[in-house]
């Protein structure tokens, strides 16, 4: 198995619930406050994919917030444990298309964004089940239900991704 110690290429803010950047150029994150956020987007973050539903309070007004500091906006939301095809897919275009572009994922916690990650990381970047798995729980997954999503969904992906 490969090192999943992850390089920290951009500064983590103090204080950013479960920071971590598991794969060059890719934050995780729990909920960022707006003074996070900021540093982020100093430290050279340009896009922000936030997991959270639109009724999950924030603390801020996130995507206006996005919006003051141009930084791209992206809502995916997870609703509880629902995570599925729809939301797996968006996360994985999110972040092929992001190019070499840093990005923030993020919900409360950073349980959903370590469960969204998984496909990503097998059918993109070519990582085994075992090391995306092992770098999700590293990036903040706690779900088992989240996690079996994840290997489902990989499970129904025709052969290539």
Request: hydrophobic share 45%.
């Amino acid at each position: 198995m490969t090192d999943v110690t992850p390089a920290h290429a951009l500064p983590l803010p103090a204080g950013l619930p479960n920071a971590g950047e598991p794969v060059p150029g890719v934050i995780t994150a729990g909920q960022p406050s707006a003074a996070q956020l900021e540093q982020l987007a100093r430290a050279g973050v340009e896009i922000v994919a936030d997991l959270r539903a639109a009724s999950e309070d924030r603390g801020f007004d996130e995507p206006a917030a996005a919006a003051r500091l141009a930084l791209e906006y992206h809502s995916i939301p997870v609703v509880g444990a629902s995570i599925g095809a729809r939301e797996f897919a968006a996360v994985r275009s999110l972040l092929r298309a992001k190019g070499t572009r840093p990005i923030l994922v993020h919900c409360r916690s950073a349980n959903r964004v370590g469960a969204a990650l998984i496909p990503w990381l097998v059918l993109d970047q070519r990582r085994s089940r075992e090391e995306a798995l092992a770098i999700a729980r590293q990036a903040g997954l706690r779900s088992d239900e989240m996690a079996r999503a994840a290997l489902a969904y990989l499970d129904a992906q025709p052969r290539g991704g």
